[in-house]
């Protein structure tokens, strides 16, 4: 049996995978389409992104499902789809998978609130995760990465789902600085999200999305206080801005943004990557700086 | 009656999200026969206020936002037969119409500002998501609106805040609205870029932000 993600990050830093969306809207992809039909409609550009982030030095991608839950499908019409679509995400994937590397399910919220605030119910919120969970699973993924999560509720809503396949699951939530310290939209704090997703069976945690590569170094930092497992950080390339020609350009340069990686990793970060804004070409200047990376193996 | 002690009550239902109490304090107040703008002025609005203090200091995030906005909301659905009846509206700030840009379904953002900006005494008209430019702009026109307020959550979708500009222009309408961006990818400079004329970074601001422009408007 191949060993696991997890063994790898206990004898060195692994890279993830940068953004997805970006590269998929740079392939044509046009608003307000479903990202993950794109599994089914254009799975060959799907798996060119996969192949370049591999290529780049990435130990493991995120596959094409991060909309993946039935819930957020259905604000596309496709629920119905959704074993479908998560099965074709994790497949794709693992077909760009080079011998050494790994592939990781992505799950993302489901856009819409727990009661009081909304109207779902936590039993709601787990069967769609689990049900979204199990097609990763038999589409061929190593392990499961609940991202992007601004509810601690939702995400341990999302964590009981995926523990019922047996593969390891890898929890980040998104967390903003305010006054008092880092808390997530909903108030959560570091400590608190950290501890409960712990106690609920994750194998790594940390932090992804809303801060640059800078800003992380802090969060990682006090995240390293709160729990003994791997840690994750996944940064945004700064804040998005349309330049002249109307494109999308983000305010952390690539140089910028890896310089602070070191940093990342002496803060305690063991699993690294990148989120909105970040490219193959940040993920390949990154693997450069890992000893013991893909890149510099 | 203890009108002090009352409008405190009041204040500290909407602070604490207390929608029953908010609502029964205000039945109170209509059957005391209280001049009922009164009443929201010195006892809902310091309420509203001071929430956005709370969520301004890192003590108060989204959970008890909504919460205190559906106060407010309680609160102002007790007062309303009564206002309308003595022929007194409360003073509302200005009419806003609201929505999520085309092409972008994410409105957690959007309803939260539109709440905010209701229970702030604004007359708020909620369009939704996926609101095409068209419809942002025949709806302002309709219920003569003061401000169009538009949300893009993407980077892909921010772009149509500045082509709603365009539209408004292109129509000869963009002085008669006042258009405030929103959103994740949105900033003061995309706001300065897109031609529209304010951004705020959070529900909070955007009130703030709208009450300032409509006391310049006025």
Redesign the interface.
Known sequence: MRPALLDLARQRTVLLDGGLG?EL?ALGMS??ECPEAWNVLRPDDVKSIHRAYFEAGADAVSTNSFGGSRIKLA?HGLEARAAELNRAAARLAREAAPPGTWVAGSIGPT?K?LK??GEFTEAEFESAFAAQSSALAEGGADVLIIETQYDLREALCALRGARLTSLPVFVTMTFNA????Y?????DSVARALKELEKEGASAVGANCSLNSEQMVGLVAAMRGETGLPLIAQANAG????GED?R?VYSQSLADYVRFVPGLIRAGAGIVGGC?GTSPAFIKAMAELIPGSRRRA | MNKDGLYADMKQAIVEGDGAKAGRLAGEAVRAGLALPEVVEKGYVPGIQKVGELW?????????L??SAEAMKAAMAALEPGLRQSGVRAATCGKVVIGTI?????D?GKNLVAAMLQAGGFEVHDLGA?VKLERFIDKAEAVGADFICVSALL??????Q?RLVALLRERNLRDKYTVLVGGA?A?R??AE??GADGYAENAVAAVKLAKDLASRRA
Request: aromatic residues 8%.
């Open positions: 970006t809207m608003l307000g604000s856009g609130f009081p605030q305010v006054p008092r310290g808390f997530t939209l909903m108030g804040q998005p801005a349309v109307g999308v909105c | 301004e200091a890192g003590e108060y995030f989204l959970p008890e909504i919460a085309e092409g972008d379904i994410h957690i996926d980077t892909t979708t921010m772009v149509n500045k990818p900033s400079k995309w870029e897109a």
